[in-house]
């Protein structure tokens, strides 16, 4: 079993809740980013910033289909 840190578990639900700043999906949250999107930025490159780490971190949910076993954690608007 892991051991994550509130901090860890903090950074993890940040960016599951991140709101894209650019692009297409300009004003979705990361979570909401289809995953033909995020494999786009996986073959040309995330960002090199936190946006970027937290968008490899969403990606890597999308891809082994795991972004549905974290839905308690999406901040509703």
Request: charged share 20%; no cysteine; net charge positive.
């Amino acid at each position: 079993m892991f051991n994550f840190t509130e901090q860890q578990k903090q950074e993890f639900i940040d960016a599951l809740n991140q709101i894209m700043p650019y692009g297409k999906y300009k004003g979705h949250r990361l979570y909401e980013l289809p995953g033909h999107y995020l494999a786009w930025f996986n073959r040309q490159g995330f960002p090199d910033n936190k946006l970027g780490r937290q968008m490899a971190l969403v990606f890597e949910l999308d891809h082994n289909a795991l972004k549905h076993l974290f839905t308690r954690y999406f901040v509703r608007s």
